[in-house]
């Protein structure tokens, strides 16, 4: 079965899609610190959420789109879990399916979205080699940690950190346009609000 798979929703009775309903409400209006919950208006089953690479680890200042995906049993089964963006993680799989104990021998009915959500970004901090399903990732994580943390990072700034645009970049954007006349004055204007914000920093 594809990780992209078909809509739970008429497999699912309508007392769980409100119960899944008001958990995402609630995690839209108060999210986990650094998860971002994107609900998808028109399949409940199919949860986007965004998670900020924590501090302190090879993922640090990435942001790793991931998706829940709720199959026709929940919540007596878990959801699985895949991550979008590409990651080097011992128990990320190549196709992005991650391997959380709490997403299948751990779970209870009782455990909610949040907490999936929660295991997942702890597993970014703490990996688990020993249900790796990214061997090579898991071998490199025991035996040779420098190695390991480097290639994460290298797929953090590859494939989990938005392109960094520059305001000369913005101007160049414009100058090709329709509108370039418009803004040629905006050049002179931001190299002269540059100039004023070096001059302010100096009194400082």
């Not at 008001?22 to 998808?40: F, M, Q, S, W």
């Not at 399949?43 to 640090?60: L, M, S």
């Not at 420098?146 to 494939?159: G, L, M, N, Q, S």
Request: proline fraction near 7%; include cysteine; charged fraction near 30%.
């Amino acid at each position: 079965m594809s990780m992209f798979q078909s809509s739970n929703v008429e497999n699912l009775s309508p007392q769980i899609i409100r119960h899944i309903a008001k958990e995402l409400a609630d995690l839209t209006k108060d999210p986990p610190e650094g998860i971002k919950v994107i609900p998808n208006e028109e399949d409940i089953t199919d949860i986007q959420a965004t998670i900020e690479g924590p501090a302190g680890t090879p993922y640090a200042g990435g942001l790793f789109k991931m998706k829940l995906v709720l199959g026709k049993n929940f919540p007596s089964e878990p959801p699985r879990g895949y991550f979008v963006t590409k990651i080097f993680h011992p128990n990320v799989a190549s196709n992005g399916e991650i391997c959380v104990n709490t997403l299948k021998k751990d779970w209870t009915a009782s455990l909610g979205i949040k907490h999936v959500l929660l295991t997942i970004k702890c597993l970014l901090i703490v990996p688990n080699p020993e249900s790796a399903l990214n061997e090579e990732a898991g071998k490199l994580l025991l035996e040779q940690y420098d190695d390991y943390t480097k290639r994460a990072k290298i797929y953090t700034e590859v494939h989990a950190k938005p392109p960094k645009f520059s305001e000369s970049d913005c101007l160049d954007a414009i100058s090709e346009g329709p509108i370039a006349k418009k803004h040629a004055g905006d050049k002179k204007l931001l190299d002269k609000k540059k100039k004023e914000k070096k001059k302010v920093l100096k009194r400082l």
